[in-house]
């Protein structure tokens, strides 16, 4: 990173201020393409297929596509059955036995440093004999950290507020007495810095609840003007190029105001500090001068004070934005599309349902900006053969009853594992008599592990809310509150217990990420389908890996 060449104070511009985050935002430029898609597939017992393809395109058609391990960290190849390059890219894919063990397969470097953005999955599974749930998250992390960012930020505005204040003092400390401007601006940066961060993580988290790109930028303005009005400057919305004349001319006014309130002069002969110091191009390369030389003094060479400003950049500001904060335009461009398939009926998502039973999302590296994307998916699966061996048929028939059914036999959020032991006596009996000898107990028991009186009470309680269910059926009706008709039908709940196969995966077709069949769902755009292909042999694995123009960690 060749620091030396960007302003000291652009930096200081960018980081106390940080106004050009919304211009950057909306800056238009040709930039490569990194397009990352994944799809998982879990089935009841917690096994994980995984299949990913990795794309890395050209800014413009006529341009060679850069190397992919410029930006990405690939995983390690002997942890997947199939790994294979593509013209521009690499897919790979696996088998693994729960979410738990699929590795890191999403890591976007940092420029200079060994730090990374990447993805996590993880699958919360529970067996109420009768059913169970699964609770699946991915989260593609951002690096940012909250309070490491705002101890980076701290030490980043002391950094460049201090060499900026020593180069001023060093151009104009002879002829004013400085020491109300330095208080005024050690005092003002530092707080003005943490409130704007603060207004950028606010908006930040706001895009997860739709705020589009115009928005933010709007968002981001409103709130700036709000700040900047804490401290006496008054800034009109950009509607026309009037508005920006007139905020151009309010801040010069404004920085006018200040230096004659707080550059004393020495000598009363001495005019008034004014803002046209800073106008001029004489006077500013003189103040970039002081700069430096107060920098070489403190630091010994500029080259050492921006390896102690540089790393702090992608602590504040992230993987996917410190790029643009030090304006590299061949930083790449993110687009993400994931997509898995759960066992059982889907109760709770933030994705977006398909036709075939499975969830999809799609963002961009825009939406990981410090705080991340997180993406969730809950669903149930029923046992019907357990089911009906208690003579439950359809159970549980409605949501309703599905929850009361999940809240009678969990405790402090938690299943209850002793009121599971007890139903699974009753399944293996195909019989509530151990349900009902265990309501019925007011003794302590070894099995019940809790105070008698209260383990009673729950069985009890379970036991009367599976005797309703039985009712139910032997009337033909479904229990629950009186009008409410939402049903669940056995096949959508994901019958796997009445001796339905359940298909074994095939690596083969689970790599077969159907990129065409995606490229079709709305708002998920997609550049060109790649065919991803079978891998079947290691010798193959092995030839396609010593490609000269993939650089795969081993």
Request: hydrophobic letters at 40%.
């Given at each position: 990173m060749n620091s030396g060449k960007i302003p000291l104070v652009a930096r200081y511009l960018m980081i106390c201020v940080m106004a050009g985050c919304a211009a950057l935002l909306?800056?238009?430029?040709?930039?490569?393409?990194?397009?990352f898609t994944a799809k998982t597939e879990i089935q009841p017992n917690g096994q994980t297929g995984r299949a990913v393809v990795?794309?890395?395109?050209?800014?413009?058609?006529?341009?060679?596509?850069?190397?992919?391990?410029?930006?990405?960290?690939?995983?390690?190849?002997?942890?997947?059955?199939?790994?294979?390059?593509?013209?521009?890219?690499?897919?790979?894919?696996?088998?693994?036995?729960?979410?738990?063990?699929?590795?890191?397969?999403?890591?976007?470097?940092?420029?200079g440093y060994d730090v990374w953005a990447q993805n996590r999955l993880r699958l919360r599974q529970n067996n109420y004999v009768l059913l169970s749930t699964f609770e699946f998250e991915?989260?593609?992390?951002?690096?940012?950290?909250?309070?490491?960012?705002?101890?980076?930020?701290?030490?980043?505005?002391?950094l460049i507020s201090e060499a900026v204040i020593s180069g001023f003092d060093g151009c104009y400390g002879e002829q004013y007495d400085l020491s109300q401007l330095d208080e005024y601006l050690r005092k003002t940066i530092p707080e003005l810095s943490r409130r704007l961060y603060q207004v950028l993580w606010e908006i930040r988290r706001s895009r997860r609840g739709g705020l589009d790109l115009e928005l933010e930028v709007q968002e981001w303005d409103r709130r700036l003007r709000q700040e900047l009005s804490n401290y006496g400057l008054y800034l009109e919305p950009l509607t026309s190029e009037e508005d920006r004349q007139l905020n151009e001319a309010r801040a010069w006014e404004f920085l006018d105001k200040k230096l004659r309130e707080l550059a004393i002069p020495r000598q009363p002969e001495i005019p008034p500090l004014r803002a046209e110091i800073l106008r001029s191009t004489e006077k500013q390369q003189e103040l970039f001068r002081q700069i430096e030389m107060s920098v070489k003094e403190s630091f010994g060479s500029m080259e050492y004070f921006f390896k102690q400003l540089?790393?702090?950049?992608?602590?504040?500001?992230?993987?996917?934005?410190?790029?643009?904060?030090?304006?590299?335009h061949a930083e790449p461009s993110f687009t993400f599309h994931f997509q898995i398939y759960l066992p059982g009926h889907i109760m709770q998502t933030n994705g977006v349902r398909d036709i075939d039973g499975s969830i999809h999302w799609r963002f961009t590296g825009e939406d990981l900006h410090l705080t991340g994307y997180p993406m969730w998916v809950r669903s149930v699966g029923i046992d019907m053969q357990k089911a009906q061996s208690l003579g439950l048929v359809g159970f549980p028939l409605n949501l309703v009853n599905l929850d009361r059914f999940l809240k009678t036999i969990t405790t402090s959020g938690a299943p209850d594992k002793n009121l599971i032991a007890l139903l699974d006596k009753c399944v293996a009996q195909k019989s509530l008599a151990p349900l009902r000898a265990a309501a019925g107990e007011k003794t302590p028991t070894a099995s019940a592990g809790n105070n008698p009186n209260t383990f009673a009470q729950r069985a009890d309680a379970l036991l009367k809310l599976l005797e309703e269910f039985l009712a139910a059926n032997l009337e033909g009706k479904q229990p629950g509150p009186e009008g409410y008709d939402v049903t669940i039908s056995p096949d959508a709940m994901g019958n796997w217990g009445q001796g339905v196969e359940i298909k074994p995966f095939d690596i083969d077709e689970l790599i077969s990420v159907e990129l065409e069949q995606l490229e079709t769902l709305p708002r998920f755009q997609l550049e060109t389908p790649v065919a991803i292909p079978p891998v079947t042999s290691n010798s193959v694995i092995n030839e396609k890996l010593s490609s000269p123009t993939l650089d795969v960690m081993e």
């Open positions: 909306l800056a238009g430029c040709s930039r490569p393409k990194i397009s990795i794309t890395c395109k050209a800014a413009n058609e006529n341009e060679t596509p850069p190397n992919l391990t410029d930006f990405i960290r690939l995983p390690e190849v002997k942890k997947y059955q199939n790994f294979s390059p593509l013209p521009e890219g690499v897919s790979f894919s696996g088998i693994f036995a729960s979410p738990a063990e699929v590795p890191v397969d999403f890591m976007k470097l940092t420029t991915e989260r593609v992390e951002d690096i940012v950290e909250r309070p490491e960012a705002e101890e980076a930020l701290a030490q980043g505005v002391s540089d790393p702090l950049i992608p602590v504040i500001f992230g993987a996917f934005f410190e790029q643009r904060l030090i304006f590299n």
